[in-house]
């Protein structure tokens, strides 16, 4: 009798720890076992496991009667689009996007291996993706899961799209899909995308980025006699040039050091590559002045910045026909949409998602810092392209900033706070309707 009232205690205790943990999806560790999972695909470049990670996202769509589909622009890079049905269909939908590849990295220089998603004393989990940008794609997912729970329902549609490559340039990816026609159909009206995470305790919302434009000079002159001192030369002119962009990049670079200006506000170029010389199979050629020479630089430029001028800096100052120079560009982002425009999302009245995002991120007992622009290049420039607007933001406060880098890691704390956010964010995008031109006109009578 002993023996069979302790099993029949056994099975009781397993059974109603069975229960509760199929069905408690609210509970915290549940979802951080749910990050992990996520984090655990390794879908670093240049090999990602893309179909894993598809599998993932759709497997969380079914769990939540999301619809779903899978859109290969690209053979072998699925882009997986959710979508929350919202009550007004006509209305302009909403896009939160996030890229499902990650960075490689360097295992030995980890001190957790990169895709454990292990968990140390402090609540940090160590994984490459945790903040760029694994959690953000997967604390949508959880923020529709308590809204749904708590029974709300969207007026307006919310889609969610899980890109494929963002880490290397976004062809297949977000730029295929902006420019696609499914996009159209989608009615898109804003964008959320990723940020960065802030050190202090303020969020920080980017409302545009710099574009990359990769440039190559190159001199020419005579070759001569590494004895012989003549004008002239490829490597003196070059050398001129690369003066002259430094003390340029010094210029900018005060700017930031004076605090006058943010990182993203001012054009950063920095030297990528210096080739010149005559090789032997040892080395270089000695008593030989080489009759071509070349530098790289990559520079990148605000929306706010004055392009003109700095073209004119590049043809006249920077690489010079006087000093026997030619230039071409190997990449070249426009700084303007496909309308003409400066490519920035407004952050005044004129956009109401700036101030419905800044309300929504308060309620939920969030601070912000000022409005900035992004540093890099992130997706987010393939829907602003398109005219839309577009905010980058990454709900990680009180957090080191460790994108691409090794160690790169997120709190558990900070990303369970982060799902409250976007549950406030898709609250409030989701229930907004437009003032109409009468509502507005009787206001202003
Ligand atoms: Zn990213």
């Not at 205690?9 to 999806?25: H, K, L």
């Not at 179909?51 to 996202?57: M, Q, S």
């Amino acid at each position: 009798m002993e023996v069979s009232l302790y099993s029949i205690a056994i099975f009781f205790c397993f059974f109603i720890f069975s229960v509760q943990s199929s069905t408690d999806s609210d509970n915290p560790s549940e979802i951080i076992i749910r990050f992990q999972q996520y984090l655990q695909i390794n879908t670093a470049q240049p090999n990602p496991k893309y179909y894993e990670a598809a599998d993932f996202i759709i497997s969380q769509a079914k769990s939540l009667n999301l619809g779903y589909e899978t859109l290969e622009y690209v053979k072998g890079k699925p882009l997986v689009l959710l979508k929350w049905t919202g009550k007004n269909q006509n209305l302009p939908s909403i896009l939160l996007n996030s890229h499902t590849d990650v960075v490689p990295v360097e295992h030995h220089k980890w001190k957790h291996s990169p895709f454990d998603a292990n968990v140390d004393q402090l609540g940090n989990i160590y994984a490459r993706g945790s903040q760029d940008m694994k959690c953000v794609g997967l604390q949508y997912i959880e923020a529709i899961r308590r809204l749904k729970s708590s029974g709300f329902e969207p007026i307006r549609t919310v889609y969610l799209s899980f890109v494929p490559d963002e880490e290397i340039g976004g062809l297949a990816g977000a730029q295929s899909f902006a420019e696609s026609e499914e996009f159209k159909k989608l009615n898109v009206g804003v964008v959320v995308d990723e940020g960065l995470a802030s050190p202090n305790e303020n969020y920080r919302m980017f409302y545009a980025e710099r574009s990359p434009w990769w440039l190559v000079i190159k001199a020419t002159g005579l070759p001569g006699h590494g004895a012989k001192l003549y004008d002239n030369s490829a490597m003196e002119n070059l050398l001129k040039s690369i003066e002259i962009v430094r003390r340029f990049r010094a210029s900018q670079f005060d700017l930031v050091k004076a605090g006058l200006k943010a990182e993203g506000e001012v054009i950063s170029v920095n030297m990528a590559f210096l080739k010149a010389g005559t090789p032997t199979p040892t080395g270089f050629v000695m008593n030989l002045q080489p009759s071509e020479a070349e530098a790289g630089f990559d520079i990148r430029i605000p929306p706010t910045a004055d392009t003109t001028s700095l073209e004119r800096r590049i043809y006249e100052e920077w690489a010079p026909s006087s000093r026997n120079m030619t230039f071409e560009f190997q990449e070249k982002t426009p700084v303007y949409d496909k309308f003409g425009k400066p490519v920035f999302t407004a952050t005044d009245s004129s956009n109401p998602w700036w101030a419905l995002l800044e309300g929504a991120v308060k309620k939920a007992n969030g601070k912000l810092g000022k409005p900035e622009i992004f540093a890099a290049s992130t997706d987010a420039h393939y829907f602003r392209d398109q005219g839309l607007p577009a905010i980058g933001f990454s709900p990680m406060a009180n957090t080191p900033i460790l994108l691409h880098e090794h160690n790169e890691f997120l709190n558990q704390a900070e990303y369970l706070k982060g799902i409250e956010i976007y549950e406030s964010i898709i609250k409030e995008y989701t229930s907004y309707i437009e003032p109409t031109s009468d509502a507005v006109s009787r206001e202003e009578l």
